[in-house]
């Protein structure tokens, strides 16, 4: 599980370089949240000029046979098209489902540290 998300935040983080794609291939193809990063990282493409991603902690809280819940805490940094600089941490919630032995994510939620204004229009409510 942790080298499924671990992974795509790494792949993330090289955003302006590869495809979204590439970016989500360790999302289920049966779930909604493949389709939904996708159109974050289409959003996110055009306004970004670097992203780097430093991963802070990593923690599967629940795994059972065919479903799984895990975090991951990660700095974000780098700056806008526009100039304006990035440096923030947000945490993402995941859900994993098992298909066919292979974990995948399903879903996520993004959690912003208060103090990570700046990365608003990375991770827009």
């Known amino acids: 599980i942790t ?3 671990v992974g795509f935040l790494k792949l993330f983080g090289d955003l302006e370089n590869l495809s ?3 970016i989500v291939v360790g999302f289920s193809r049966n779930c909604t949240g493949r389709n939904r990063e996708i159109a974050i990282i289409q959003s996110e ?3 970004v000029r670097s992203n780097n991603v430093q991963i802070i902690s990593d923690f599967v809280d629940s795994v059972n046979p065919t479903n799984g819940r895990a975090s991951v805490t990660a700095r974000f940094f780098g700056s806008y098209v526009d100039g304006t600089d990035f ?3 947000a945490t ?6 098992n298909e066919d032995g292979e974990w995948k994510i399903c879903n996520f939620t993004v959690i912003k ?3 990570s204004q700046s990365l608003q229009r990375l991770f827009p409510e």
């Open 20 to 22: 979204a794609e590439q």
């Open 87 to 89: 440096d923030g941490v």
């Open 113 to 115: 540290d208060l103090q």
């Open 45 to 47: 493409q055009p306004i």
């Open 92 to 97: 993402h919630i995941f859900t994993m489902v």
């Open 3 to 5: 080298d499924v998300t």
